[in-house]
């Protein structure tokens, strides 16, 4: 019998840590910027990856296409993306930020950025930094394939 508290298990420390930093993470873009934290998700995307195509967004962030082409839908109402014919193929949409879109972006990353600051700063820089280096590396083996936060 398993007798370690789950507090003490590292796989149920860093998905309850997750759980919490999302859910604080999309109250805090709903207040200031009236977006959540899964169209947040697909604008990085789409300014890490332009021209990516939506079944490579559902994938690259987990999610079905189904869900992501409903985001998208909504964020082409807003005014945050467009849809194009892909000149390419004209099978292919091709989704791209706005101008507005590439702004709210930023602005999601720079209200993240001070919301979180206190959590991060209660590490001295070296614990930052080691913590940092292990998450990518748990990242390398966990999503093969995908970009580092460093250079999304």
Known sequence: MNTER???N???????MSSMLAKQSDQVLQERLGVGMSQFRILRV???KPHIKQRQIADHLGQTE????RQVK???D???LRVTISPKSRREHVTLLTAKGERLTEA?????????????HALSEKQRE???????????VVCPGHETAKNA
Not at 10 to 16: A, E, K, R, S, W
């Open 6 to 8: 789950p507090q003490n």
């Open 10 to 16: 590292l796989g149920y420390l860093l998905h309850h």
């Open 46 to 48: 789409l300014q890490a």
């Open 66 to 69: 189904a869900s992501i082409s």
């Open 74 to 76: 909504l964020m082409v």
């Open 78 to 80: 807003e005014g945050l």
């Open 108 to 120: 999601a990353l720079d209200a993240l950025a001070k919301y979180h600051e206190p959590t991060y």
């Open 130 to 140: 080691a913590l940092f280096s292990g998450l990518e590396t748990i990242h390398a």
